[in-house]
């Protein structure tokens, strides 16, 4: 916790200083822009009526062009609009939003758009347009912004390779009513800047829940409020993410399928994310996972028991406390924390 506590103050001092270089004048007109913002970000995620959220989510893409296009605007934060993901790259060489729209429980629409840092302050912004639901092979290519395949991401990675800088995006889509996905996806730039998703990966497995060799992104498709992980460990330097099992013994449905109690891994090796289907084997990594919870299996596939009782007694003590006043379990904090960090509040 303390070590989480000093990322978020360095983070939070680092773009106070870049704030703080905002011309005021653009500074209070970002200000002012921002109360709408919130207003219709909070609407196209939690309006019951489907009209009114992609009725927000219009006015919200109008409101937020004519915020960027203040002078400078790459270095503000946006704070008070928590129900859109804002990520900065690590090197600061550009800046990714993104978000989603939902028209009811079987189609959600991902919107999004890249603003790189300018000399003179002005806009320089690439609109991403989901493509997701006009193809049948998001696996078959490197994308460019016209035809992105819609997620909402909540990690950048930055890696290089032969003097070149690659970004891996972990997001979140929550898909249709049966099932949702995450996605590990590649972002790099061409000679024109202009960006490019999708990269080299390996599957050396023949498991259907993979996508074939030589894909051009990953996906982690399971069942609904399955709770499925995917996230990265800096410890480890590693993506590390739930293996999964079909509850009917069909792993071609992927709304059948569940975290099974063990993990499986991606590590960067030569400019490719090597696919590892036992991560904790070995000297790779161990069980002293920072972001993820203990194995419940041993080296052999077997129910480690005592875990199972510990975690059994740990929830139960936490069914036992009582909710103090101050705490607001709704969903729409269920929600900002999904935005956030990618995972489900159950999982």
């Not at 790259?89 to 959600?108: C, G, N, Q, R």
């Not at 069909?250 to 059948?256: E, G, V």
């Not at 101050?326 to 995972?343: A, F, M, S």
Request: charged share 25%; proline share 4%.
């Amino acid at each position: 916790m303390k070590f989480l506590f000093i990322i978020i103050l360095s983070f939070s001092i680092a773009n106070s200083f870049a704030q703080n270089n905002i011309p005021e004048q653009s500074l209070q007109q970002i200000k002012i822009i921002e109360l709408q913002l919130k207003k219709d970000a909070d609407s196209m995620i939690y309006a019951d009526s489907w009209f009114v959220r992609f009725k927000a989510d219009s006015s919200f893409i109008k409101n937020f062009v004519q915020a960027l296009k203040q002078p400078y605007s790459f270095w503000y934060n946006f704070d008070s609009v928590q129900t859109i993901s804002k990520l900065y790259a690590p090197d600061s060489s550009f800046k990714i939003f993104t978000w989603e729209v939902m028209k009811d429980y079987t189609y959600y629409r991902q919107r999004g758009a890249i603003q790189f840092p300018t000399k003179d302050g002005s806009l320089k912004l690439i609109p991403l347009f989901d493509f997701s639901d006009f193809t049948k092979k998001p696996y078959d290519s490197i994308r460019n912004a016209q035809h992105w395949i819609g997620s909402i991401y909540y990690k950048i990675i930055l890696k290089t390779y032969n003097n070149k800088n690659y970004y891996t995006l972990l997001g979140l889509d929550n898909n249709d009513a049966r099932s949702t996905k995450k996605w590990i996806e590649v972002l790099s730039f061409d000679n024109e800047g202009k960006p490019q998703f999708g990269g080299k990966f390996v599957y050396p497995s023949s498991d259907a829940t993979k996508p074939p060799q030589g894909a051009a992104r990953f996906c982690l498709e399971f069942k609904k409020d399955a709770g499925a992980r995917m996230n990265y460990d800096a410890r480890y330097d590693a993506i590390i993410f739930d293996h999964l099992t079909s509850e009917s013994d069909d792993i071609k449905s992927k709304h059948t399928l569940v975290p099974y109690g063990d993990y499986e891994g991606f590590k960067w090796i030569n400019g490719t994310w090597t696919f590892i289907k036992n991560p904790f084997a070995g000297t790779v990594f161990d069980d002293k996972q920072t972001d993820f919870p203990s194995l419940i299996l041993d080296a052999n596939g077997n129910r480690i028991e005592k875990k199972l009782d510990d975690a059994s007694k740990k929830n139960q003590q936490k069914q036992q406390q009582p909710v103090k006043q101050n705490d607001n379990p709704n969903r729409i904090n269920d929600k900002k924390n999904q935005y956030k960090t990618g995972e489900s509040s159950n999982s």
